[in-house]
């Protein structure tokens, strides 16, 4: 076992950004297959309960491996380099930027992609929809987290860090994506009728 941990850390050391996009695309991968798992078979009925839909896990797949992993791994080698050190100040800077610049770009990539990767007519439909309450419960859930990231977790494992965070993260992301836009439109409708 202790042969395999060293071997583990020296391929991690040696190709980190390789190392960090493949664990942090596990994770997105895990989150999403999670979240159908869980909607799809347990909670779902038995009458309605459906198949694994891979096309949308192979989404989650690009979106989380060639799209987060990569900007996350750049995100944080500059931000650890721009401001070094675990003082107060420090870790408010890297909260301030973390949520309020690299958040609402991520979810615009997040909405905009997946819409992209659909095939949606309008791929900013659900950008406008759904990005304000994502960032909201964004802010509930990453600020405490990233407290404990900029504090206590050294830099190297910063994105493996997110990637684990992300698993739950990406569980009420998955959540959120799957809420229907259409309860609006019918509630609109029936109020016009």
Do not use: H
Request: hydrophobic residues 45%.
């Amino acid at each position: 076992m202790a042969r395999f941990v060293a071997g583990a850390r020296g391929i991690f050391r040696r190709y980190p950004f390789v190392t960090n996009s493949a664990i942090y695309g596990s994770l997105y991968v895990g989150a999403e297959y999670s979240q159908q798992v869980l909607s799809k078979r347990w909670l779902a009925p038995e009458a309605e309960r459906g198949d694994i839909d891979y096309a949308t896990i192979g989404r989650y797949a690009v979106m989380g491996t060639a799209v987060y992993a990569p900007t996350l791994y750049a995100w944080y080698k500059w931000l650890d380099r721009t401001f070094p050190g675990t003082t107060k100040t420090i870790i408010i800077r890297k909260l301030v930027l973390d949520q309020f610049i690299l958040t609402p770009y991520l979810l615009i990539i997040f909405y905009a992609g997946m819409s992209i990767m659909e095939g949606s007519e309008d791929i900013l439909l659900e950008l406008r929809e759904k990005f304000v309450p994502t960032f909201v419960r964004s802010c509930i859930f990453w600020l405490p987290v990233q407290v404990l990231n900029f504090s206590l977790v050294a830099p190297r494992f910063r994105v493996i860090y997110m990637g684990v965070c992300g698993l739950i993260w990406v569980n009420i992301l998955c959540w959120i994506k799957r809420q229907s836009l259409s309860t609006k439109i019918e509630t609109t409708t029936t109020k016009a009728s």
